[in-house]
């Protein structure tokens, strides 16, 4: 019995070796293709992955993709490998290897700076036939040229180029109709009624700084004044926060604040009230257009949005959804303003009181933390977005401005300092944060828009955040505004100014420009070089009375 299984395992063994052989024409056991593996990637000598924010790489880096076998050079072909730019075509490159074949070094003398590209490869194979496993994809973003991108001029030379084309903006680019100021650059007929209020100032520094003449000032107010007194919806003498510029009706800026902003109003009117002040001929023109304005001032119910005489200002309603946002503006903000304006209403004005526990019993009015070595009197931690400091300061002179409450040239200085100082120290390791790129304040930022500040940093600069600073930080402003124009000019400089914003860290520029952006931007340079929105705006007689009411003192009430 054993000897008959011993014979039958013996067959069984005979005829393995016969399948094993049958096949493999005399060369032994066909080999196994394993996969082809990435084990790692570096640009020159660093290593890199996919999830890495891979910025500041120069143009002349190598890409490194090194492999568990060697690449088949075979299959490496055009379509293997693609190197791409961002939002544009394919760019050509070189290849060559190391490592016995298992490292390609890919390398491209049409790499730009400041430029987004990936790497992804496609049917590689190894020299035993084995696929690759799984796509590569390499994305990588070159760094900055520091070379200067305009001729240099002088300083004051160039405050005027950035004032000049930043006025193109709110000339040029007004709405043809109303002669608004439209939101945004692709906002068709939607104008801004605080962006105009921005687009009114404008105007006397474009006559002043010889960009137009007093007549062309002139007739451009007469068309505005006469569209928002005579046609622009208003709702208790206030205005939306978006028009329609051709038609003056409402356009929704959310489904329920479809009517009165009672802060947009207030630049409006500060607006307003600024160029009233410097048309001051005898001639019926101008005589005709400060009555048409008064008008306009005279015919806002301030005092309507206490909601029932409540020690508040409450910033919308509407006629279908009334008190529906029921948002009550209280201080530290940017809103300064319409306190003041609404103080200094002689047909609607409010009290002191309202403006006290209002304004001022704002959970985040008083701060007294010290930051960076800066004590802030005011606001939230570390200040909070830099337009805190510039919308109602446009008009408002904070030298030798105070109150009970505070210092505001302190409060304006050292919010800023703050704001440059946080940007300088980088605690997020941002790329490109500097002495000279800084400023965290609202602005557009990639796929949408925030309020940036040292609380809330996305790594998304401003320009309008330093340059509408230079009244308060003249000189860390003049380092950000020549950087921005003498280096990054090629990306930020456009036809209405610099850019909304961008950000080197995820190397991104905005395409877009705002009113309420561009506006401080050419304003406060005018305000730094001369006073003469600060001079004209607080010479008004009511604003005076109206600033004392509330407990301000400064040499020019």
């Known amino acids: 019995m054993q000897k008959q299984i011993n014979i039958a395992a013996l067959f069984i063994l005979l005829a393995f070796y016969a399948s094993c052989k049958k096949g493999d024409d005399g060369g032994g056991t066909v080999p196994v293709a394993t996969p082809l593996l990435l084990t790692g990637m570096r640009i020159n000598n660093i290593v890199v992955t996919s999830s890495t924010i891979n910025n500041n790489v120069a143009p002349t880096a190598a890409l490194r993709l090194r492999f568990n076998n060697k690449v088949n050079r075979a299959t490496v072909l055009p379509g293997s490998i693609i190197l791409t730019e961002t939002g544009a075509s394919t760019v050509a490159y070189n290849v060559s290897y190391e490592n016995f074949d298992s490292t390609i070094v890919v390398t491209s003398s049409s790499l730009k700076y400041l430029t987004k590209y990936a790497l992804t490869t496609g049917p590689i194979k190894s020299v035993n036939g084995g696929a690759l496993a799984s796509t590569v994809n390499l994305p990588f973003s070159t760094g900055m040229d520091s070379s200067r991108k305009f001729p240099a001029i002088t300083d004051d030379a160039l405050l005027t180029k950035i004032q000049e084309q930043t006025f193109k903006y709110f000339w040029d680019f007004a709405h043809p109709t109303s002669g608004l100021s439209r939101e945004r650059n692709t906002s068709g007929d939607v104008v801004t009624s605080g962006g105009s209020g921005f687009g009114i100032m404008a105007i006397p520094v474009g006559i002043n700084r010889n960009f137009i003449t007093r007549a062309q000032g002139l007739q451009r107010m007469q068309t505005i004044v006469a569209f928002l007194k005579n046609t ?84 919308h309603y509407s006629i279908n959804n009334g008190w529906a946002m029921n948002m009550q503006i209280r201080g530290w903000n940017e809103c300064l303003i319409t306190y003041v304006m609404a103080a200094s ?58 109150d009970a409450a505070a210092n505001y040239t302190t409060q304006t ?6 704001n440059y100082n946080y940007c300088k120290a980088n605690p997020m390791n941002y790329y490109g944060y500097s002495d000279s790129v800084w400023g965290l304040t609202a602005s557009d930022i990639q796929n949408g828009y925030t309020a940036s500040s040292p609380t809330n940093d996305v790594s998304v600069i401003a320009p309008t955040a330093a340059l509408s600073s230079m009244p308060f930080t003249p000189n860390e402003s003049m380092a950000a505004l020549k950087f921005y124009y003498y280096v990054l000019g090629d990306k930020l400089f456009k036809e209405y100014g610099f850019v909304d914003a961008f950000s080197l860290h995820n190397t991104w520029f905005a395409s877009s420009f705002l009113a309420i952006d561009q506006g401080p931007i050419l304003l406060m340079i005018e305000n730094h070089r001369t006073g003469l929105l600060w001079s004209l705006f607080t010479s008004c007689p009511e604003v005076k009375t109206g600033m004392l009411s509330l407990g301000f003192s400064a040499p020019y009430l």
């Open 345 to 402: 209403s002689t047909t609607h004005g409010i009290p002191p009181s309202v403006y006290t526990a209002g304004w001022k019993g704002g959970s985040q009015f008083i701060n007294g933390n010290t930051y960076y070595g800066l004590t802030l009197p005011l606001g939230p931690p570390q200040g909070g977005p830099l337009f805190f400091s510039h919308y109602s300061f446009l008009g408002i002179n904070p030298n030798s401005l105070t």
């Open 413 to 418: 200085k050292n919010h800023t300092l703050i």
């Open 232 to 315: 622009a919806v208003k709702v208790k003498g206030a205005f939306p926060h978006w028009l329609n510029g051709a038609t003056g009706a409402i356009v929704p800026f959310s489904a329920t604040d479809n009517g009165a902003d009672l802060v947009e109003t207030s630049y409006l009117i500060m607006g307003l009230l600024t160029v009233r002040q410097y048309f001051n001929g005898a001639d019926a023109a101008e005589t005709a257009l400060r009555s048409d304005i008064n008008s306009i001032y005279n015919n806002v119910e301030w005092d309507w949005f206490r909601q029932g005489n409540q020690q508040a200002l409450y910033w």
